[in-house]
């Protein structure tokens, strides 16, 4: 299916731009008059996505956020989140609840555990030294149906 | 984003205010440790009323918290959460920590107070 509408977002993955990145991509969604619970649910996913790139793919440098949204015509979503830092060398393990590799800052190991409750489908595919992409799906119910 | 801590004998109240993601976590948990260990206070409320967004991190400090009053031998409970907020906290399994608050039916001696019957109410 063709998407109806896109945009594309590109940021430094400096942790400040957490929250700018999840109330864009938000912002962006509103014209599908998603309900609250609908649209802090993606927020919290973008969130979870962002916070990796920034907490791990690009954990001592500094490097670019790549964010595509597209919105079909059957009212779904789809956020694609993309680095190009270190990749994960195992991603069936990283995507198991409380495995976390930085610990220190207090991460619970629960990013994609919290992305996977709150959307419909992701997606995770990553290279060693290339960088990791994770697609993220939620059906919107419009209001008033 | 700020807290604002609050000290009442031993018990520290901590009224966080904005979003709770890996940005704004570590300077809130630093301010929190901080109350809480100055003051060898022996409870910790963490007062959700004004918090407007939270990701795992919220989580994480939570928990982390939960930890630091259990080292110290004290209590933690986190009260006045939204409910798009409860719900992240229930995925992480913070209710079987029993600290999140439950104010809106008491139940009491086996059975369960009708909501909005005053005048049936007896404390």
């Known amino acids: ?145 | 984003m700020s807290v604002q801590i609050d000290l009442t004998d031993e018990l520290v109240t901590a009224h966080i205010i904005g979003d709770i993601d890996h940005h704004n976590a570590r300077e809130m948990r630093e301010t929190i440790d901080g109350a809480v260990l100055k003051a060898q206070a022996r409870a910790l409320e963490l007062d959700f009323r004004d918090v407007t967004f939270m990701d795992s991190s919220g989580i994480g400090l939570v928990m982390g918290r939960y930890k630091l009053m259990q080292e110290v031998g004290g209590s933690l409970r986190v009260v006045n959460i939204a409910g798009h907020l409860k719900k992240v906290m229930m995925l992480a399994g913070l209710d079987r920590l029993s600290v999140m608050d439950k104010p809106e039916r008491r139940v009491t001696a086996g059975h369960i107070e009708k909501t909005g019957g005053d005048e049936n109410e007896s404390m």
Do not use: W
């Open chain 1, 1 to 145: 299916m063709k998407a109806c509408n896109s945009m594309k977002l590109q940021f430094e993955g400096r942790s400040v731009n957490e929250a700018f990145s999840r109330t864009a991509v938000a912002a962006f969604i509103a014209q599908l008059d998603p309900t609250i619970e609908e649209l802090s649910d993606i927020k919290t996913a973008v969130s979870e996505a962002v916070t990796n790139c920034i907490v791990h793919a690009y954990r001592d440098t500094l490097g670019i956020v790549y964010i595509t949204a597209n919105i079909f015509p059957d009212s779904r979503v789809s956020i694609k989140i993309r680095d190009k830092g270190c990749g994960i060398p195992d991603v069936k393990k990283a995507m198991e609840p409380m495995y976390t590799t930085a610990p220190e800052e207090e991460r619970a190991g629960l990013g994609f555990a919290v992305m996977q409750s709150l959307m419909d489908r992701v997606k995770v595919t990553s290279k060693e030294g290339k960088g990791t992409t994770v697609i993220l799906e939620r059906d919107i119910r419009s209001k008033e149906a």
